[in-house]
């Protein structure tokens, strides 16, 4: 065993069944080493790591394993399934390892679920049980979530506790306070939360399918609760060495009648010129509803200047194909896209998108999708989702309809964060609803990123919140009827750009050329 691998396993404290420990053996970096030593970790919850550990949250293994390469993922993969570990991984696209060590290498994790089999109600009861152990477990490393109690277990002494549940109703009363009912694996329970509490803003803002944990008081006929606590997100700042960029577009809606080809055109022509920081893109996140679509509401036809998908998806490859080849771009779909609207959404589709294929360093995604960009060990992930829930985001949640949030959609991104899911309500809307997962929620925010870039409002806007970036982009596309129906003003070109190096960010206006 390399050396250095055996010390980790030493100084960690760890006691591997033999299988893992002779798998450790055949690691050669220690880095990666470390990486899938810490899932493991997770996985157990416990020193000892055995199958029997580790069959308890098979996801997480599952998300160690995807953090692999190619031929190590395979190994690894073949140990765990020998002894009887059940691996369905979310396969990543190592799709350019890194030569040289400085070189900004890539992993891209899918969500999207090509599994065609009929969908029942037992698949959506997986889905959200997966949902509660995955957040579950974020919240219990959480220091302010303490004397955990499943509801269960709530006697008929008063005491003060800890319950993580999933919200299943939210209602006020004739006496303005709050009743949220919640559930776990084990019953469902209500809570009362009284108006002027210090904690009723937290509560009121809570989702149908939220899970959170609860500080109650009380038993098991009336629990007052004094606390909620989201799973929430920190990340502490990645720089990488080399001076690099990546940019943000979402949104360009080809085949439009309202499309502003001209000035994508000008964003095309920009990224082939040695002009400011042109040479030093490497990257570009194109976050959902590439094209127009056909049908997407009645009467679309109309507003359409291509008015076929496959005639709007080779006028897109037609721009995409003149960005440089040094550039990768990574292409996620929307609602207008050719996928099916529930989410997580597949890759755009083969036949409609067949000259998106034909582009070398074009990469489809699905959305959302994880993107981990790797600079000598170092790791910047960028989240993809194009951004659906926002608008339920800004309706139900007093805050952001008081701060007028469509025209500053990442106050409503925030809250994604907060909760560590994308969109925790199904079915409210038609575009809200899920492809189920029994194994894990895609939808779930496992891994903290960098930066979390969506689109879907067309309007960009940049926060920070605990260190992550939010991005929502613009657009390239006028104002539609719609739009100015409901009083949206879209901020059209608009180009991000962020500095791995010094996480500067710029921002390009290709309306008439200008920065």
Known sequence: MNESISALIKERGVFLQKELYDLF??????????????????????????????????????????????????????????????????????????????????????SGNKDTKKIGVADFVGHFRSRYHQIQRLLMQRPDVQNLV???????????????????????????????????????????????????????ELQLDDVVAFRVSGNNELLMVQDVIFPDAFKEKVRFNQEAYVAFVSDVHVGSAKHLGNQFERFIDWLNTDVQTAPLIKFIFFVGDNVDGVGVFPGQERLLAVKN?????????????????????????????????????????????????EIGNLMLVSNPALIKLIENGKEFLVQMYHGASIHHFINEIEELRFAKAHRCPAKAV??????????????????IVYVPNPQHDPMVIQEVPDVLCTGEVHRLDIET???VLIITGSCWQSQTEFEERVGNVPDPCKVPLLNLKTRELKILDFTDGTE
């Open 25 to 110: 053996t055949q690691f050669s970096d220690v880095t990666l080493a470390r990486q899938f030593l810490d899932g493991l970790e997770r996985a157990s919850g416990q020193k000892l790591i055995t199958t029997a550990s580790l069959t308890k949250h098979t996801e997480v293994v599952c998300g160690a394993v995807s953090t692999l390469p190619g031929e190590m993922r395979h190994l690894v993969e073949t140990t765990l399934i020998k002894m009887g570990v059940t691996v369905e991984i979310q396969h990543i696209a190592s799709v350019k390892p890194a030569a040289d060590p400085n070189e900004i290498s890539y992993q891209i994790f899918f």
């Open 309 to 357: 998908l496959k005639g709007q998806y080779n006028l897109l490859a037609s721009y995409l194909k003149r960005v440089p080849s040094h550039i990768t771009m990574f292409m996620c779909p929307g609602q207008h896209d050719s996928v099916h609207v529930a989410e997580p959404q597949t890759l755009i589709d083969n036949f409609y998108g067949a000259a998106l294929q």
């Open 150 to 204: 499943s509801i269960n277990k709530i006697g008929r002494d008063k005491q003060r506790f800890a319950v993580i549940g999933i919200v299943s109703e939210k209602r006020i009363k004739k006496n303005k306070n709050l009743i949220i009912t919640f559930e776990d694996l084990t019953g469902r329970a209500k809570g009362i939360v009284k108006q002027g509490h210090e904690c009723f803003t937290r509560a009121a």
């Open 414 to 431: 925030r809250h994604m964060l907060k909760r560590r899911h994308l969109a925790p309500t199904h079915g409210v809307t038609p575009s």
């Open 465 to 467: 919140y605990n260190g």
